[in-house]
T-cell receptor, first 113, second 113 residues
């Protein structure tokens, strides 16, 4: 079936640097994409979303970029802080899947001082 | 305080026992979801409900049951037919089912004695 996947399982960055977490998806019918942050033992926390009619969206210290041509999504975190250490998931949904969220396996971000 | 609550935080199940996980939301959301998360994995959909007294199976519904008698409540029962129940269970809700952001509760960790 269709899948959502992440390029790297772990990412280590120094405090203050920018982080980029990548995600590939395979369903060209995907309409909506979400990034979640999950800290150990907690539920996923919404970070930012983007719809398929956009290619960039910015939030506070975060930017999501969508490249529909190559089916690629990225999350950029500016000036990464220790509190950003967590697992980051991308998820997508579309009408074909009945609007169920399809999650990737996650990228673990570790911020070192 | 608005949000989604799940209880208990930890739950222990004996062999052959049914256990019920609670999920309550006061966000006035129509749609609610249950996901299962295994270590190092993304989330998989168990059941979802678009409206009171209606629910649909997700990708891994076998061994689970749900009810939706009230808009704010969507309990999940893990039955004895679920042979590998040890996991982190996450409840989510969205304004409506469709291309909408899903917000998650804090999760319940189920362990088998």
């Amino acid at each position: 079936g269709e899948s959502v996947g992440l390029h790297l399982p772990t990412l280590s960055v120094q405090e203050g640097d920018n982080s980029i977490i990548n995600c590939a998806y395979s369903n060209s019918a995907s309409d909506y994409f979400i990034w979640y942050k999950q800290e150990s033992g907690k539920g996923p926390q919404f970070i930012i979303d983007i719809r398929s009619n956009m290619d960039k969206r910015q939030g506070q210290r975060v930017t999501v970029l969508l490249n529909k041509t190559v089916k690629h999504l990225s999350l950029q975190i500016a000036a990464t802080q220790p509190g950003d250490s967590a697992v980051y998931f991308c998820a997508e949904n579309n009408e074909d899947s009945g609007y169920a969220l399809n999650f990737g396996k996650g990228t673990s971000l570790l911020v070192t001082p | 305080d608005g949000g989604i609550t799940q209880s208990p935080k930890y739950l222990f199940r004996k062999e052959g026992q049914n256990v019920t996980l609670s999920c309550e939301q006061n966000l006035n959301h129509d749609a609610m979801y249950w996901y299962r998360q295994d270590p190092g994995q993304g989330l998989r959909l168990i059941y979802y409900s678009q409206i009171v007294n209606d629910f649909q199976k997700g990708d891994i519904a076998e061994g689970y049951s749900v009810s939706r008698e009230k808009k704010e409540s969507f309990p999940l029962t893990v039955t004895s037919a679920q042979k590998n129940p040890t996991a982190f269970y996450l409840c989510a809700s969205s304004i409506a089912r469709g291309i909408e952001t899903q917000y998650f509760g804090p999760g319940t960790r189920l362990l088998v004695l």
